[in-house]
């Protein structure tokens, strides 16, 4: 079992930042992958940005190069830092954690970022 816990979620105005914070507990040690998802209103859940235990990242094409994902193994926290933010990054947002080992995956409550003036 996983849990996650997001944070950092709120009001920004366009071209502010955010950064984002995904707190695991439980059998961390299994986690592959952690990943950003986000969800906006009448739209399908899609990637954001996802880091694997090898220390590699991939991101969304939409996102690429003003948002950045980092892993704190410490604290068993993933970060996404977000900047340059735009309207059609409202969404919520959801942290998203995977066991290849065991097919497994797991999924925060989310966090809700609006982008607004």
């Known amino acids: 079992q996983v849990q996650l816990v997001e944070s950092g979620g709120g009001l920004v105005q366009p071209g502010g930042s955010l950064r984002l914070s995904c707190a695991a507990s439980g059998s961390i040690s299994r986690v592959n992958t952690m990943s950003w998802y986000r969800q906006a209103p009448g739209k399908e859940r899609e990637l954001v940005a996802m880091t694997t235990n090898g220390g590699g990242s991939n991101y969304a094409d939409s996102v690429r190069g003003r948002f950045t994902i980092s892993r704190n193994y410490a604290k068993d926290t993933v970060y996404l830092q977000m900047n340059s933010l735009k309207p059609e990054d409202t969404a919520v947002y959801y942290c998203?954690?995977?066991?290849?080992?065991?097919?497994?995956?797991?999924w925060g409550k989310g966090t809700l970022v609006t982008v607004s003036s």
């Open positions: 998203n954690a995977y066991l290849a080992s065991y097919g497994m995956s797991y």
